[in-house]
């Protein structure tokens, strides 16, 4: 009878752990619908505006107009803007982001 009390023991931790887990992930899911919200709100949207704000700003994590991007997101975002402007496709954009992003 022990030897069939520790699984069903070891069992039930796992699955409250999940359920820890799931409640965790859902809390902060719905954190962040309220700050999107609230933010969303305080700009006064409405109607089409509000739904692709809501969008973004929940797929961002929060208000994207506060968001930084970090220095290498900085250089991607400069060295795909020259590879743009250049109208580099293929091959030849590859080396040249390879290249820029080295710099």
């Known amino acids: 009878m022990l030897k069939l ?3 069903l023991l070891m069992l039930a931790l796992l699955f409250s752990a999940q359920g820890f887990a799931a ?3 859902q809390q902060a899911q719905q954190e962040k619908m309220k700050t999107c919200n609230a933010d969303a709100t305080a700009k006064s949207l409405k109607g089409d ?5 809501m969008s973004t700003c929940l797929k961002a994590g929060g208000d994207t107009s506060t968001k930084k ?9 400069a ?3 020259d590879a743009a402007t ?4 293929g091959d030849a954009r590859k080396k040249f982001m ?3 992003l080295k710099k």
Request: hydrophobic share 35%; proline share 7%.
């Open 98 to 100: 390879s290249d820029c």
């Open 23 to 25: 409640s965790t992930a």
């Open 79 to 81: 060295c795909n803007a």
């Open 49 to 53: 505006e509000r739904k692709a704000f």
């Open 5 to 7: 009390r520790v699984p």
């Open 86 to 89: 250049k109208a580099l496709a």
């Open 69 to 77: 991007l970090t220095p290498q997101q900085e250089k991607m975002k």
